[in-house]
């Protein structure tokens, strides 16, 4: 069958990644599963269940990425040579992979709340990519199917942050709001929290890596979420640092008070 007219070599090529995220998602989160499952039979502890699940679902990834897109370069946790870092850097495109998001969650069974990132960057911008939450059985990604967000429930906005240590400007975004924190393990959850309709902000600040968030930022942008930095900025990819400190997911209608609520230059 020929190729529809008015769809592109690029826009099918772009179609392929989407389905290519979101499989690659899924099935390493049912490895994590396996993973899980294998060692708490085995009595291991909650130490060598974050080293295997995180070092096990790399390489696996790893490896799918490079037989699939053996052309594009790859951003993952793991340590980056610098001749693999100039290659990322002169390529527009650049997958960008965390294969277990939560290692805390992930090593406390039965939680659920640990995910799965994989996505593409394309010229910096978020473009596509899937976030499986493995112990859901859920995987949100772009493209066909692509999650729409759902109507607010009524209620004061729910804030959610991590089980320790929430940023200050989540405390000041609940303060001046009159919201209610929610507490929740992994970047990559609590962003799917929000696409859910779960929670409303997702303020996070004191760092992170663009692997944390740019699987979970696509998502997010796809189901029609505000994203940027805590200032109001575009959040930026494949960059020769990835470290990525702030964001902010939220309701688009939200979005402004937000961001006007984190601003501590309004005290």
């Known amino acids: 069958m020929a190729d529809s007219p008015t769809m592109s070599s690029s826009d099918l090529g772009i179609a392929d990644d989407h389905a290519l995220a979101a499989r690659l998602a899924t099935e390493a989160g049912r490895l994590l599963l396996d993973i899980r499952a294998e060692l708490a039979a085995a009595g291991a502890d909650a130490a060598e269940l974050k080293v295997e699940g995180d070092r096990r679902a790399n390489a696996w990834l790893m490896e799918q990425l490079r037989a699939e897109r053996p052309h594009d370069p790859i951003l ?62 859920v995987t949100l990604a772009t493209g066909p199917g692509a999650p729409t967000l759902p109507p607010r429930a009524d209620g004061p906005p729910r804030i959610i942050v991590s089980r320790s240590r929430p940023p200050a400007e989540a405390l000041q975004i609940r303060d001046r709001l009159g919201g209610v924190l929610v507490e929740m393990g992994s970047a990559g959850a609590k962003a799917m929290a929000v696409v859910r309709g779960e929670a409303d902000i997702y303020p996070h600040s004191g760092g992170q890596y663009e692997w944390d968030s740019c699987a979970p930022v696509a998502v997010a942008l796809a189901a029609g979420l505000w994203c940027s930095r805590l200032d109001g900025s575009p959040l930026r990819y494949n960059n020769a640092d990835p470290y990525l400190p702030d964001l902010l997911i939220c309701r688009p209608e939200m979005a402004a008070a937000a961001l006007e609520a984190a601003d501590w230059s309004n005290d």
């Open 76 to 137: 993952s946790e793991e340590r980056e040579r610098p001749e693999a870092a100039a290659a990322r850097l002169g390529s527009a495109r650049a997958w960008i992979v965390d294969p277990l998001d939560g290692t805390r969650e992930f090593s406390e069974p039965p939680r659920s709340d640990w995910a799965v990132h994989v996505a593409l960057s394309v010229d910096g911008v978020a473009t596509l990519g899937a976030v499986a939450l493995p112990a859901l059985g």
